[in-house]
């Protein structure tokens, strides 16, 4: 019996091997993402390209979109369900991200889709269009691999489910950029 116990408290020591392995869990956590970006491609024969980058602040989370071949006039600007650009239509990035099932909004609304970014204003084709904000409902861990949208028309800001702002046009799918 004495033999069985001390086995057993051989057998406990043993099983302290399981901090180190809770230790080495630790040093393969990812890091922490501090920026993220989406390039963006052309849907179909249109000709449009640029970048949206995501930073993470104090205040928030820094949007800074530079896109190149838009048409002038408003252009419905979103974060997609989906990263996936593969539809020759982008209808593949599915809806506007909403993971607190919201109705359709602008962004400066309080109660929003997550994706709803507004609209991008170009002077159009020949000049580069610029949106820069600061997003309070928009979270880096949560939209990455997510997929950004640019539409052919005004997003109404109003319009369910989506705005309103009719064809994809662009699309980019975010992903994890260098510190
Ligand atoms: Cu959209
Ligand atoms: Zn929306």
């Known amino acids: ?46 000709k449009i390209s640029g970048t949206v980058h995501f930073d993470k602040t ?9 896109v190149m071949g838009l048409s002038e006039g408003e252009h419905g600007f979103h974060i997609h369900q989906y990263g996936d650009c593969s539809a020759p239509d982008g209808t593949s990035a599915g809806g506007h991200f909403d993971p607190e099932n919201m109705q359709h ?3 400066d609304a309080e ?29 880096l861990e949560e939209i990455i691999g997510r997929g950004i949208i640019i539409h ?3 997003d109404d800001l109003t319009s369910q489910p989506s705005g309103d ?7 980019g799918v975010i992903g994890v950029a260098q510190n």
């Open 111 to 139: 109660k929003r889709h997550v994706g709803d970014m507004g609209n991008l204003v170009s002077e159009g084709k020949e000049s580069t269009t610029t949106l820069n904000y600061v997003d309070n409902h928009i979270f």
């Open 165 to 171: 702002a009719g064809a994809r046009i662009a699309c």
């Open 152 to 154: 052919a028309g005004e």
């Open 105 to 107: 909004n602008s962004r």
């Open 58 to 66: 104090e205040s928030g989370t820094k949007i800074t979109a530079q």
């Open 1 to 46: 019996m004495k033999n069985l116990l001390t086995f057993l408290a051989f057998v406990l020591i043993l099983n302290c091997t399981k901090t180190e392995r809770i230790e080495v869990f630790k040093e393969f956590e990812g890091p922490q993402i501090q920026k993220a970006v989406a390039a963006i491609h052309p849907v179909g024969e249109n």
